[in-house]
């Protein structure tokens, strides 16, 4: 059922008009610079992904579960899939078009001339794999392979685009990472952003791979303390394991309680 209402949502969501794609339901992360919106800091020139729809689409009611869960599809290759998310960009032309408009927030130039920001894959769980089906079409199923967003949303006038994310199963953890840079380096690169899929992974596994151990604990010192966990930032992509708004103590207790996995692994 779940897999023909996303069929659906993706066939609205292609029929829309470059303007009206700010209203697609699918989930999609939002490529721009100056992460706390404030000109003339430091961050002015940083790349990142705002993913505040990130696990919107997780369950029967939106931010149900903090993972993607994959649902069987027709295929028999890469059988699990979930249309979403994607990327779009922000903008700051179309002031009615709320979700993408952030003209602080959005790079100064044209794509593809002025900047060309990399989405690169740093990490990808064995079996995970995504697909751009539409044109021009690529599949990222290693470390080190990216696809260039900017030459995509210079070809087509638009930086909103989809991803099918597929894998083997249904049931076991998978997870991608990426980083955004600048191949023209006008922009510095963003900070790494994780999906998961099909379960949560343990409380206090920041670089997910299963496993609670020594670059979870770099992860959390790198997020110590820093204020406005927020969905925006998936919660520091995870380091506020409580979601309260800040990683502290209560953080470490819990990753220290899974510490080096789960009992007897
Ligand atoms: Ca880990
Ligand atoms: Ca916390």
């Known amino acids: 059922m779940r897999l023909v209402i996303l069929t659906g949502v993706a066939l609205i969501c292609l029929s829309c008009g470059t303007t009206a794609q700010a209203q697609c339901p699918l989930d999609h992360f939002l490529i721009g610079c100056n992460p706390d919106g404030i000109e003339g800091t430091e961050d002015d020139w940083i790349l990142f992904a705002d993913v505040s729809q990130k696990y919107r689409h997780s369950g029967p009611t939106e931010y149900v579960e903090w993972f993607y869960p994959l649902q069987k599809s027709i295929f028999?290759?890469?059988?699990?899939?979930?249309?979403?998310?994607?990327?779009?960009?922000?903008q700051r032309t179309t002031a009615n078009a709320p979700h993408?408009?952030?003209?602080?927030?959005?790079?100064?130039?044209?794509?593809?001339?002025?900047?060309?920001?990399?989405?690169?894959?740093?990490?990808?769980?064995?079996?995970?794999?995504?697909?751009?089906?539409?044109?021009?079409?690529?599949?990222i199923a290693g470390a080190g392979e990216s696809f260039d967003h900017s030459s995509i949303y210079a070809l087509r006038g638009d930086g909103h685009m989809h991803l099918s994310y597929q894998a083997v199963d249904g049931e076991n953890l998978h997870w991608i990472t990426y980083r955004l840079y600048d191949e023209r380096g006008l922009y510095e690169p963003s900070e790494p952003?994780?999906?998961?899929?099909?379960?949560?992974?343990?409380?206090?596994?920041?670089?997910?791979?299963?496993v609670v151990g020594l670059a979870d604990l770099a992860a959390l010192s790198h997020h110590w303390l820093r204020p406005d966990a927020a969905r925006r930032n998936d919660f520091w992509e995870r380091a506020d394991t409580n979601r309260d708004g800040v990683v502290n103590l209560l953080d470490f207790a819990h990753m220290a309680r899974n510490w080096r996995g789960p009992a007897g692994k």
């Open 193 to 210: 952003f994780t999906i998961v899929f099909n379960v949560e992974p343990l409380a206090g596994d920041l670089l997910v791979d299963g």
């Open 76 to 90: 028999s290759s890469y059988g699990y899939r979930i249309g979403e998310p994607g990327f779009d960009a922000f």
């Open 100 to 139: 993408t408009y952030d003209p602080n927030r959005a790079l100064t130039g044209e794509p593809g001339l002025d900047y060309a920001v990399i989405v690169e894959c740093i990490a990808v769980s064995e079996g995970l794999r995504a697909v751009h089906k539409e044109y021009p079409q690529f599949t």
